[in-house]
């Protein structure tokens, strides 16, 4: 196997090329590219001088920080797998994640030095744990902590040997709205592939500045322009959180160019009061993810002359998927767009398998070499995720004459209603439509006559008022009939994911004599 797309090549070739440039500019603190390829250098020879192999894991928890992007390179450099873990997660939930990555060391930052404690405390056996950074763990590497299973888990080869092109990265565990949350393994080939496919249509070159705002513990905190901002040259801005006013004031102070985020971020930057004068001369190009765009809030940015493309992925492909360029989203919105660059996809029947041809509606399958190695140490559900070769999305989506696709809802969502199948994506488009309405979700829930109907959680938008009479008045002239929940609760807030994506499996329906 070739060592050709191994990511550790990466601050080198650049601190050859452009080795004064800033490559991370974080919270002010800037880090040249001669610099984070020194410091990566050296942390990697330290980590392999203290008997860490290919494949041992390394886990975080941190905020978004340049000691980070050390320490992904260096692990890049080491053949290494850096295990970025939330933040966000209570400690139960972030031990669980420890027990699966089984990591050899872990790195916690000052900030989440309570969380990672009390997660740690709940584990069967201790690990080795010490700080990122020069004043951490580039300055004194413990012994790494591993059990005995781990012997079965690591590449075969010798610990120390030169990094492969198909050795793991990235451990990044998915956001579990689809369920139990699980690791991927994202190898340096999957990630050159992913960044090589971007670079094909989200074009960055050494003059861009990159605002990133998505947390690195989602794979779009590296995958999704971080990463090929420094195969090419250009700065990174990291950001730890996403507040409206710093984003727009940090957008003209460090003249940045593009950035990522979902619907919601650019949803608070557009409400914001300061947006309508905020100097945006810079931002030449927006990246969208995670749902499509409503029509009004990408004319509010077209406003602006702020180009977007919209897209959809997710953490198993590495992310990117489908691509839809600005050029054409004025003409197609609510579309997801077509493959990216050496990505190639199908429609499946949902219940055979059969791959359809044409305009279809069926799950979405993915090939291709950004496509991950499998869930770590989880073979059978590596294999579930499988069919032919092709990775199975769980997304059901639609295909039109011209081979654009729409992604419709989740599969394991859509609920059956007297037989007609209900998307309760489309339940909650219409049901936003409703001017009292600032949120919606909708799940289906048993009914003795019907099987299933809706159930929808309702937020409602401040100073207005409605009802559950009202809200299915005004589903009635919107939708079918079978459509229309037959419930409807209004609620303070929604239940949402690490990436802000509803989880609507954390929705609590009522007992029914409770609702009516």
Same mark, same amino acid.
């Given at each position: 196997m070739s060592d050709l797309h191994t990511l550790g090549r990466w601050p080198r070739d650049r601190a050859l090329a452009t080795p004064d440039r800033v490559a991370v500019d974080d919270r002010g603190v800037t880090l040249t590219y001669r610099a984070l390829d020194a410091r990566a250098t050296a942390l990697a020879a330290r980590l392999l001088d203290a008997g860490? #192999?290919?494949g041992d894991r390394i886990a975080t928890v941190t905020g978004n920080s340049s000691d980070q992007v050390v320490l992904f390179f260096a692990c890049a450099k080491a053949g290494l797998v850096l295990a970025p873990l939330s933040w966000r997660l209570s400690p139960h939930e972030l031990a669980a994640q420890l027990d699966q990555a089984d990591p050899a060391l872990v790195l916690v930052e000052e900030e989440c030095g309570t969380l990672a404690d009390a997660a740690l405390e709940r584990l069967p056996l201790p690990l080795s744990r010490t700080a990122l950074g020069p004043h951490g763990v580039e300055a004194r590497v413990p012994a790494p902590t591993r059990r005995r299973a781990d012997l079965d888990a690591r590449p075969a080869g010798p610990p120390h040997r030169m990094v492969r092109d198909d050795d793991p990265l990235l451990l990044v565990f998915t956001s579990g709205t689809g369920g139990t949350s699980r690791g991927a393994l994202l190898t340096h080939a999957n990630c050159f592939w992913n960044n090589l496919s971007l670079s094909r249509t989200v074009e960055l070159t050494s003059t861009d500045v990159v605002l990133s705002v998505l947390p690195q513990f989602h794979v779009g905190g590296w995958n999704i322009q971080p990463l090929l901002a420094w195969w090419t040259g250009a700065t990174v801005v990291l950001e730890r959180t996403f507040e409206p006013e710093r984003v727009l004031r940090l957008v003209?102070? +460090? +003249?940045? *160019? *593009?950035?990522? #985020?979902?619907?919601?971020n650019y949803l608070l930057l557009a409400e914001h009061p300061g947006f309508a004068a905020?100097?945006?001369?810079?931002l030449r190009h927006a990246v969208v993810g995670g749902a499509p765009m409503p029509e009004?809030?990408? +004319? $509010?940015w077209h406003r602006r002359g702020v180009a977007l493309t919209q897209g959809y992925g997710l953490t198993e492909a590495g992310p990117n998927v489908l691509c839809l360029p600005d050029d054409v989203a004025r003409d197609r919105l609510g579309s997801a767009g077509v493959?990216?660059?050496?990505?190639?996809?199908a429609v499946a029947d949902p219940v055979t398998g059969e791959h359809l041809a044409g305009p279809a509606t069926g799950e979405l399958l993915v090939r291709g070499p950004s496509v991950f190695a499998g869930y770590f140490r989880e073979p059978e559900a590596t294999a579930a995720s499988f069919a032919g070769g092709w990775l199975r999305t769980g997304d059901l989506v639609e295909r039109d004459a011209d081979g654009y696709y729409r992604v419709v809802d989740r599969l394991k969502d859509v609920f059956i209603t007297g037989g007609e199948n209900v998307t309760p994506a489309e339940v909650e488009a219409a049901l936003r439509r409703h001017p009292a309405v600032a949120d919606a979700a909708v799940v289906g829930v048993p009914d003795d006559r019907w099987g299933?109907? #809706?159930? $929808?959680f309702v937020v409602p938008r401040g100073g207005q008022l409605t009802d559950a009479e009202d809200l299915e008045a005004f589903c009635r002239r919107e939708l079918a009939g079978f459509k229309v929940p037959r419930h409807f609760d209004l609620v303070p807030d929604l239940p949402r994911s690490s990436l802000n994506k509803v989880v609507r499996s954390a929705l609590h329906v009522r007992p029914a004599e409770e609702a009516r």
């Open positions: 860490y #192999g290919v003209a102070d +460090r +003249r940045v *160019t *593009t950035m990522m #985020g979902v619907p919601t905020a100097d945006l001369t810079s009004p809030l990408l +004319r $509010a493959p990216y660059p050496h990505v190639e996809v299933e109907v #809706g159930h $929808a």
